[in-house]
């Protein structure tokens, strides 16, 4: 048995069973398989090197399914040097979005995160939910869990509060210090209410509570449907979602919670025109190139559409 699949194994392009193979792990990601953390690394096949032939060692860098313990992909690299141009290659194979991405130094180029990001650029929020996971056993006991929203922004107002330090009210204007929850999980004063993010068009969203405000039709970003496609489908310029009961966000509800729309809308506007969501002074944002933000001029466009006012 063993002899003839090494017959037939020989008979076999590589490459193209290198493509029928990454084609399979990506039908993975349609079925009942979680593929939520991908490894990238490379590593050198242990006695691949043959100095009698002159023969340089073999370097594969694989796409592991830390979750499935699998294997998604692998690409020979010509040596380390090019151990970059195989992880391009190999992330270009993969269907990598929606999930966490983990890479060495050597993966930290502009166009292999580009590429990663790319995946990741819509407003839902397969690209903006993560969790965030802490070590801290002098401060937070093992197994603790919060179930509320923080953003990454409040690492600043976390990091000055741990140092001593006081934060001046033109710092930080979008944090909130996260170390009352690492005191409490159960606290109420940890003081964020709102977070607001944005896809890669530069569409705006707004999430309070189970409530999350999307102004934009689509997934504004690169998944379907995108920017043009949508308004091709005519799609609502507004999209309002329950995330409680409507995580995988299919069911807008826009027409049936105006109050909900208005009221996250003008909490979104607040916060832009006064430069920050934390309470102080109002601040500066950063100049657009042409003046207005073109984002902020639609957001003001909304204020007299049908979506806002009826």
């Not at 699998?70 to 690409?75: D, E, S, T, V, Y």
């Not at 919060?146 to 107002?157: E, Q, R």
């Not at 509060?161 to 009352?180: F, H, R, T, V």
């Not at 500066?284 to 001029?297: C, H, I, R, S």
Request: hydrophobic letters at 35%; charged letters at 25%; glycine letters at 6%.
């Amino acid at each position: 048995m063993a002899f003839l699949l090494t017959i037939l194994s020989s008979m076999l392009s590589a490459k193209r069973f290198e493509m029928i193979f990454a084609e399979w792990t990506k039908s993975l990601k349609d079925g009942d398989i979680d593929v939520d953390v991908i490894a990238i690394d490379g590593k050198t096949v242990r006695g691949s090197k043959d100095s009698y032939y002159n023969k340089a060692p073999i370097h594969l860098v694989n796409a592991w399914a830390s979750n499935n313990e699998l294997i998604l992909g692998q690409c020979k690299s010509d040596g380390k040097s090019n151990k970059i141009t195989a992880i391009q290659l190999l992330l270009d194979l993969l269907d990598i979005e929606g999930s966490i991405i983990t890479i060495d130094a050597m993966g930290t180029q502009t166009k292999i995160a580009e590429t990663i990001v790319d995946n990741k650029a819509d407003i839902f929020e397969g690209g903006h939910r993560v969790p965030f996971i802490l070590r801290w056993p002098e401060k937070i006991k093992a197994g603790t869990a919060y179930d509320k929203t923080c953003c990454t922004t409040d690492f600043m107002a976390t990091a000055a509060e741990i140092a001593g330090q006081k934060l001046s009210d033109n710092e930080g204007e979008d944090n909130y210090s996260l170390m009352p929850i690492f005191n409490d999980p159960e606290t109420p004063d940890y003081k964020r209410e709102y977070t607001i993010h944005h896809s890669i068009n530069g569409s705006f969203s707004i999430r309070k509570g189970n409530w999350k405000l999307e102004l934009c039709p689509g997934s504004g970003g690169w998944s379907d449907p995108r920017p043009k496609k949508a308004r091709e489908m005519g799609l609502p310029e507004i999209q309002l979602y329950d995330l409680s009961t409507d995580i995988a966000e299919q069911h807008n509800v826009y027409d049936k919670h105006p109050e909900k729309v208005k009221e996250l809308y003008n909490l979104l506007l607040k916060c832009i025109n006064d430069g920050r969501s934390t309470p102080g002074a109002p601040q500066t944002n950063d100049p657009a190139l042409n003046g207005k933000w073109p984002q902020l001029q639609k957001l003001e466009k909304l204020k007299h559409s049908k979506y806002i006012n009826e």
